[in-house]
């Protein structure tokens, strides 16, 4: 057994270089969260069995930790976006085969430069800098996303809430993550799935990566892949059988199809909405509805209703005129009549983890409670 080392550190140089030392010396590490307060960052640390802290002011011994698996590198908490985040452990062949396998699939070369601009504390961000830490490419520091490629960076990982925020154009490539891709994607973005339990992106614009396997049966897509995380901290990885009768395979929790080597994503199975008998994919009418002028954000959730079972509920941030008449409309051309929007409800902010993933459950009980005061 070997120690758990939980890095608080800022995105910066520093943190960088700590994680070079933790791997150069097979150490196991997590990355804690810095938006944050120093309490919940204890109890990141606790609930993900660090065993040592190391801050700006040294390395300490943590009391309680839990010893990790020799064979494991990283221990990282899943995003949360459906319930309680769980910590899932990555081996050191894992995280080397996910920034091997990314890189083959953008034809990385040595002058590839690389911009840190997701936390390091989910697995984007810090799938960022292992590319750099074994050797794949290069990364510059900056907090001016825009103009960062007139200073030689040619990639960025970012979520699609950080889309419209910044001018990306200049970049070679641009991974977005955390979200469907929007329709009028950008050339150089490249729209990728994945998770913690995946080691980062394994599928790039519909494509799986070299060596990754997606199948879906019965709607819900299972994945083998040597990025694969081994195990959670207080439970085995789960695993189903695959379409070839093998039971290693890794059920995903997300619905879908696969055609022809293509994989399509229709989001989390549990949060697909039954209204009138007909399904509908929340993640699927964000994206229709998103490209609506009154609409700056979009989230879809839904309020049990006697007739229909489930009323589809649209939150909206509006930066105009809007009306539930015009979304009904939209959705109803693009997906269908049972996709139209049973209520409007206006608010401030969307609630979301903080990697940009819409938070569900807080989505529907704010819905909730919104509806029925």
Known sequence: MAKLVALDLELKPRLFDAITELVESRTAFCVLDQRVSTELKKQQALQMGATHLHGPAGEQVLIGGTPVEEDIGLVMLTSGSSGEPKAAELSWD???????ISSQRLAIESDSVWVPALPANHIGGLAVLMRAVFGFAHLQWTSDLATAPEEGATHI???QAQVARADFSGYRHVLVGGAKAPSNQAPNM??????????SGIVYDGHMLSEVE?????????????????????????SASGPDGRADWFPTGDGGSVSDGRVQVFGRIGSVITTGGEKVWPEQLEQALRTHPGVAE????????????????????SDGPL???????????????WAKPKFLLKVE???RTSNGKIRRSTLATLAQQMLNP
Do not use: C, K
Request: hydrophobic share 50%; net charge negative.
């Open 214 to 238: 997606v199948a879906e049966i019965n709607g819900e897509l299972l994945v083998r892949s040597p990025t694969l995380f081994s195990r959670y901290r207080n439970a085995e990885r789960p």
């Open 298 to 317: 979009i989230a879809i959730t839904s309020v049990e209703d006697l007739e229909w079972g489930e009323a589809v509920v649209a939150v909206v941030v």
């Open 349 to 351: 902010e969307i609630p």
């Open 157 to 159: 990982a970012i979520v």
């Open 323 to 337: 009306t539930l008449d015009e979304l009904g409309a939209s959705a109803q051309s693009q997906i269908g009549p």
């Open 94 to 100: 894992a995280l080397l085969a996910s920034a091997r």
């Open 190 to 199: 490249i729209a990728t799935w994945g998770m913690t339990e995946t080691g």
